[in-house]
C-alpha cells in the first residue's frame, strides 16, 4: 500500500535551517508530482511547495519563496523540503502529500518547532 514516512522534524531557533524528508513506497514515484504541505496550531493546512515527476516543475507559497526548496531523488523514492532563515511563522507539522489519480495520500507528518 502507498507510505509516505515524513522524518527531519525539530526544534531549530529563528534563521536557523532545517531538511525535511519524505520516503515513498507502494507506488511509482517517478510518476507523481508530490507536495509538501503544514498545519500550524489552530490553523487549517496549506500548501507549502509541489514538485513535477521530473522535477522540472516547482511551485511554493509565497510565504516560502526564496527560503524553502523542495527536489526530489526518483532513485531513492525521497522528496525533500530544505527550509532556510526559519521563521517562528513556519512552526507547524509538515505533511508530505501525493495525489494518486482520484485518491490522496498524507504522511504522519513531522513537527517543526522554531523557538529561541
Known amino acids: 500500500q502507498v507510505q509516505l514516512v515524513e522524518s527531519g522534524g525539530g526544534l531549530v531557533q529563528p534563521g536557523g535551517s532545517l531538511r525535511l524528508s519524505c520516503a515513498a513506497s507502494?507506488?511509482?514515484?517517478?510518476?507523481?508530482?508530490m507536495s509538501w504541505y503544514r498545519q500550524p496550531p489552530g490553523k487549517e493546512r496549506e500548501l507549502v511547495a509541489s514538485?513535477?515527476?521530473?522535477?522540472?516543475?516547482?511551485n511554493y507559497a509565497d510565504s516560502v519563496k526564496g527560503r524553502f526548496t523542495i527536489f526530489r531523488d526518483n532513485f531513492k523514492n525521497t522528496v525533500y523540503l530544505q527550509m532556510n532563515s526559519l521563521e517562528p511563522e513556519d512552526a507547524a507539522v509538515y505533511y508530505c502529500?501525493?495525489?494518486?489519480?482520484?485518491?490522496?495520500?498524507w504522511g504522519g507528518g513531522t513537527l517543526i518547532t522554531v523557538s529561541s
Open positions: 502529500n501525493v495525489q494518486l489519480s482520484s485518491r490522496i495520500y
Open positions: 507502494g507506488f511509482v514515484f517517478s510518476l507523481w508530482t
Open positions: 514538485i513535477s515527476r521530473d522535477a522540472g516543475s516547482t
